[in-house]
């Protein structure tokens, strides 16, 4: 008997006496609380993003869709960046203005040499303003979880307003719980005792965030 039929062998004792009209968990737990603090419009949550993710000290970045080769491609140039990880399903117009050599997302590759890529540059599928999160879910242009916390750059590229939402609950809403969820607030910190912080020791040292898109009704690019 494996370790799996084992565990669930016993959920199915624990569950033997639960009769089978018992009200499903999806509608026994009261879900009634707010989904969101008060309402903001697309260029307040894009505002409200840029100013959570730069408390946690990842570098913002804005630029139209027409301008964002150029800054992708400056940011890497920017870290000297020779690799960059490319996921599967990334849009190359992204990296076209820049000489990086391309590396793909494998299953086959070892920490270490995820480790030697200089950079990654990666979609998500929503962020959060009022905690300044992306969360990446493993879909097109994304990747492996380990392609974004092994590598010491990372770079995201966030739709505005579409992959923008006010509040976890709405987040909630748009991920598929059968998938893997990266949920990143900020490059990777830590403190010790002192209180002394320390970057990258279990992810990007360097995160930069690039909205792209001018949220309805204008606002900075």
């Known amino acids: 008997m494996s370790t799996r039929e084992r565990i669930l062998g016993r959920v199915r004792r624990a569950l ?125 242009g994304q990747g492996r979880r380990r392609i974004t916390l092994v590598p010491d750059h990372h770079v995201c590229v966030v739709r505005v307003p579409d992959q923008v939402v006010t509040s976890v609950p709405l987040a909630l809403e748009r991920l598929d719980p059968t998938r893997p969820s990266t949920w990143i607030s900020g490059p990777s910190a830590t403190s010790d005792i002192e209180l002394d912080r320390v970057e990258g020791v279990h992810g990007p040292r360097t995160l930069d965030v690039v909205l792209v898109g001018r949220p309805p009704g204008g606002g900075p690019r």
Request: charged share 25%.
């Open 16 to 140: 033997a006496d639960v009769a089978p009209d018992d009200t499903p968990y999806e509608r026994a737990v009261e879900r009634a609380y707010a989904r969101e603090h008060g309402r903001l419009d697309a260029v307040a949550a894009a505002g409200l993003l840029a100013g959570n993710l730069a408390d946690y000290r990842a570098r913002v970045h804005r630029c139209a869709e027409d301008g964002l080769p150029a800054v992708v491609g400056r940011l890497l140039a920017g870290r000297g960046a020779r690799t960059v990880l490319v996921p599967d399903g990334l849009d190359p117009a992204w990296l076209a203005d820049s000489d990086a050599r391309r590396v793909p997302d494998l299953a086959a590759s070892t920490p270490a040499e995820l480790d030697r890529v200089d950079s990654v540059v990666t979609g998500c599928a929503v962020a959060i303003a009022e905690t300044g999160t992306i969360v990446l879910d493993g879909g097109p």
